[in-house]
């Protein structure tokens, strides 16, 4: 590559010099330009698309309602009754709940595994990543129906082996269908966040490991005062991740609630929106709600982000 | 090489498209139906979504058609995916001719202009040839969009040979119902299941009752799904959910199906399309089945009560109405056609026929050889055709399953889970546009 530019370059000489002053080289808009125009076409432009849709709603008149319909502008009417929806904010708690607990648990496992990894000799580390990653592989819709039928009562062979055991388990009922559903999550995404703190820890310098081994520093120390706060943006990042996911919770409650009837229509907040866009045919709520949803993980993406760098800032 | 401003420019001309295209924001169906009849000798083709397995009778109109061929392509049953498919294909303007539509979810199919009105292409004539309360399932503001075809008359199934064995009397009415219950009880089985996530089965009894869950007052929808008469239902079913006299397991599943199969539930009250299911789901009880009157909340009474039945709609944006009609009508009327949905166990005809002429007035030995249909005509005329559907049903009952649901988790009972679901009942309306009220 670099051969192939430096003759061009001294080709045109002095042009090439005066463009690096001031102005930012013409050349990098080229580059810029299709991931602009992309990134305006399929992200600016449909969320701005869905906030217009949001503040519509259809006017109906006629007897019951059946007459000429008309769309007119609503304001903020969407978003109060979405709002009023206890429903629709009930979900909003379900995932936070699920968030809090479900994100540490998976990070956790994706950190040690990623750690243990680091540790095991080079022959095996690479089949026990693929291993770990292959739950990733799988469509979510395929997971969970694979999970549904292991708590399903009558064809799991989990229930039916504790069952044996004398314990009654009810993976579906309404105080634990939450956490069978983390479960799922959770055997779905370790693997994948495992890899990207594993890709971190790669990157760490050799030289450093050599140093704290000539400190006397043992693995576990290693492990704990040298790998993990090195590997500390690989969580950050991976936790901004989850966060996101957690808030459009949505394959894993759709597809469990043709075996639970626990799970409700309103389950999660992504759940809500679709059912008024494609089942309740009104697609402005369901922009409404698609636009909360998106304002609330935004809010906590950027507010976890600005709460962790803010105390990077102080220990500096 | 294009130069930033040109590069800015077209980003902001794609940008814009689809913005300018938003300020022409129409409601519903993207594609309006344009009749234009083929030509003579030229080949149409209707595209039929289902889940009504009614292939056979799709593929004798085939044979006899050759120039209007029907392809049947299967969907997931209405709220299952089925529905959410269809008014997404009606949103991106590509839907197919013909469609199952339940009555239930006609007016909500309605109210997003999803249906053809089917008055101008003539359908009022045929009008004469069905069953006059399943063809006004289709009629709004005096104008017919879709073409019936079955409904559901309730009634009750029942396993003769157990009532023999215990020596119990068949119930006439839910009180006698409920002591059966019990004698039921003490002998190991049950008397029936209650299924929490199935609002239109539960339905059915506060329609027997003389319940209207929605009416119309000028341009209000009136919902009342806490009146006196739903409570009453709602009371009973709670009284046999807390004494256990109900297996809370959803219909139509493996468990329920092993119920039926084994005796551990020894009646259903169901509607008359359930023959299939039980037939074709507990094979080994053969003989042992029979159907009576559903029971009544007064003694003496003949009320029923309907739980289902569809309609042959045709979507906005056909390309063929004329011969999407011509088909609609052959399917639902024509005795060869019928004859093949009653094997297929579709349901109860919404057309005009003569019990005796056809498949459905003979003695059945599933039934231990009784007319069994015979119980649901009588229901059939017995069905209080009053009863209304809101264009929000899917929603709405969405609303009573999740409140049912919680309710056979422990937390709470059906009479309030029905008051609180007549709220969210009225918000749905009002989230649509239109003006709704509770009725009390």
Partial sequence: MSTSVKPGRARSGTAGRGRRGGRPDRKAWAFLGPFLALYLFAMVVPVLYAVYQSMLKVERSGPMGLGEPSVGFAGFENYSLALQQETFVDGFGRVLLFGIVQVPVMLLLALVLALLLDQVSHRWAGLLRATYFLPYGIPGVVATILWGFLYVPGVSPITSVLGDLGFQPDFLGYDSVLWSIANIVVWQFAGYNMLIIIAQLKSVPQELYEAARIDGAGPWQTALRIKIPLVRPALVLTTVFSIIGTMQLFAEPLVLKKVAPAVTTDYTPNLSAYFDAFANANLYLAAAKSVILAVVAMVLSFGFLSLVTRRQRSER | MPTRRKILAWGAAAAAAPALAGCGEEVGAARTTTAARGRPGQKVTLTFWTWVPLQKAVALWNEQNPDVRVDVQTVPANTSGGYQKMHSSLTAGDPPDLAQVEYYALPEFMLVNGLTDLSGYGADEL????????????????????????????????????????????????????????????????????????????????????????????????????????????????????????????????????GLQTGGLATWPGAQWYDALIRGNAPRTEGRWRVAELPQWERGGHASSNWGGSATAILQGSRHPVEALEFAHWLNTDPGAIDLLIAAGYGW???????????????DPFFGGQRYNEVFQLADRN??????????????????????????????????????????????LKAKGLKARSAR
Avoid: C
């Avoid at chain 2, 009284?239 to 397991?249: E, I, K, R, W, Y």
């Avoid at chain 2, 919404?350 to 007035?361: C, R, T, V």
């Fill in chain 2, 383 to 428: 069905v209080d055709t009053s009863w209304r559907f809101a264009p929000t049903t899917t929603q709405s009952y969405a609303h009573i399953q999740d409140a049912f649901g919680r309710v056979l988790a422990g937390h709470g009972s059906l009479a309030d889970a029905l008051k609180d679901a007549e709220g969210m009942f009225v918000d749905d």
């Fill in chain 2, 127 to 258: 009008k004469g040839a069905y069953v006059d309360w399943q063809w006004q399932q289709g009629v709004f503001a005096g104008k017919t969009y879709a073409i019936p075809q079955a409904s559901g008359p309730m009634g009750l199934f029942y396993r003769q040979d157990l009532f023999d064995k215990w020596d119990i009397e068949v119930p006439a009415t839910w009180d006698e119902y409920r002591a059966a219950a019990v004698k039921i009880k003490k002998r190991g089985s049950l008397i029936t299941a209650f299924p929490p996530a199935n609002a239109q089965w539960f339905a059915a009894f506060p329609w027997q009752r003389g319940a209207h869950w929605v009416t119309t007052e000028g341009d209000t929808w009136v919902v009342d799904l806490a009146g006196p008469e739903s409570l009453e239902v709602a009371d009973f079913w709670d009284g046999m959910l807390a004494d256990g006299l109900v297996a809370p397991v959803q219909d139509a599943q493996s468990a329920f199906f092993k």
């Fill in chain 2, 349 to 363: 005809p919404a057309a005009k026929i003569e019990l005796a002429d056809s498949a459905l007035g003979k003695p």
